[in-house]
């Protein structure tokens, strides 16, 4: 069993930044053949994709937070980042790491996977922004 879990959520003034941090456990030695990635959901709204990262390293993100966020993974240390620069109001919502036999890879399939349960995701962090 996949274990994950998210921490670094927090709250910050529109164009702050935060960096959240998600450590993979259980079957590590098999989670790199996973698509790995950020997904976000507030109440009220549809689960969104964020950001991917391939087994082949490929990256993608969802078109409102290109060019502000970075996702990143440390194989040595079983963890996925997610640095988020300029923030703003529309970027509230708990975020969750996920991990999935997801092909292809991207933000788009992970919200899919992840809502049929095909996927393993851990408790999630909040992340509150203000104006």
């Known amino acids: 069993q996949m274990q994950l879990a998210e921490s670094g959520g927090g709250s910050v003034q529109s164009g702050g930044s935060l960096r959240l941090s998600c450590v993979i456990s259980?079957?590590?030695?098999?989670?790199?053949?996973?698509?790995l990635g950020w997904f976000r959901q507030s109440p009220g709204k549809e689960r969104e994709g964020v950001a991917t990262?391939?087994?082949?390293?490929?990256?993608e993100y969802t078109d409102s937070v290109k060019g502000r966020f970075a996702i990143s993974q440390d194989n040595s240390k079983n963890t996925l980042d997610l640095e988020m620069n300029n923030l703003k109001p529309e970027d509230t919502a708990m975020y969750y790491c996920?991990?999935?036999?997801?092909?292809?890879?991207?933000?788009?399939?992970?919200?899919?996977?992840?809502?049929?349960?095909?996927?393993?995701w851990g408790q999630g962090t909040q992340v509150n922004v203000s104006s």
């Open positions: 996920a991990a999935a036999l997801s092909h292809p890879c991207n933000p788009r399939t992970l919200v899919v996977v992840t809502t049929t349960g095909n996927a393993y």
């Open positions: 259980g079957y590590t030695f098999s989670y790199r053949n996973y698509c």
């Open positions: 990262i391939g087994n082949d390293g490929s990256i």
